[in-house]
């Protein structure tokens, strides 16, 4: 089944500065990619989504790149902020007969200082 | 906007003892997936449904089961609980579709078995 591996498990940064969070898969059928942020005790939140049938996606300070021939995706946040503070997981879908259920990475914690 | 509900945020219960956690989903979304998350961990897909017939199954004990109902809520029924089923769970829904099928998370249940 589809693995989907993602570092760094931790990442500090100071306010202001980029964060990079890089994820790969196994599947080569994934076609779809979204990022969730997780705040202590609350359910995850998507902030990004990207297709297979796109390189590239960005949405104000956030930005998803995906190179299928390597089978990785990141997560490039700019201008970091102490709210951007949380865990973020990638995820990966297969389909299966027509409905996807995600496999998500082990998550990371971001840490922005001010 | 509306967003998943879910019921109760919170729940203990003795071992062996059994449980009902409870899903609304998004209205007008017509899939419903279920995640269990253990602490420190990403989230595992349990089970899914769509217009009210089990679309796909995950790492789902036999001792749970779990149903849609013809007005989209769904329910997981746990029994004979363990310790190990001390967990977060989490539902979420989607509009079957291309291009629509985003999931998008309820806040979670706190299950823990004393």
């Known amino acids: 089944g589809e693995n989907v591996e993602q570092h760094p498990s931790t990442l500090s940064v100071q306010e202001g500065d980029s964060a990079v969070i890089k994820c790969t898969y196994s599947?080569?059928?994934?076609?779809?990619f979204p990022w969730y942020k997780q705040e202590l005790g609350k359910g995850p939140q998507l902030i990004i989504d990207i297709r297979s049938n796109v390189g590239e996606k960005k949405d104000q300070r956030i930005a998803v790149t995906l190179n299928k021939t390597a089978k990785h995706f990141s997560l490039h946040i700019t201008e970091t902020q102490p709210e951007d503070s949380a865990v973020y997981f990638c995820?990966?879908?297969?389909?299966?007969?027509?409905?996807?259920?995600?496999?998500f990475g082990t998550g990371t914690r971001l840490l922005v200082s001010p | 906007a509306a967003g998943v509900i879910q019921s109760p945020r919170h729940l203990i219960k003795e071992k062996r003892e059994t449980a009902t956690l409870k899903c609304y989903p998004i209205p007008r979304h017509d899939t419903v997936y279920w995640y269990q998350q253990g602490p420190g961990q990403d989230p595992q897909f349990l089970i899914s449904f769509y217009e009210k017939m089990q679309s796909d199954k995950g790492s789902i004990p036999d001792r749970f089961s779990a149903q849609q109902f013809s007005d989209y809520h769904s329910e997981l029924n746990m029994s004979s609980l363990e310790l190990g089923d001390s967990a977060l769970y989490f539902c979420?829904?989607?509009?079957?579709?291309?291009?629509?099928?985003?999931?998008?998370f309820g806040p979670g249940t706190r299950l823990t078995v004393l």
């Open positions: 995820a990966a879908s297969i389909v299966n007969t027509g409905f996807q259920k995600l496999v």
């Open positions: 599947d080569s059928a994934s076609n779809y």
């Open positions: 979420a829904s989607s509009l079957r579709g291309p291009n629509t099928d985003t999931q998008y």
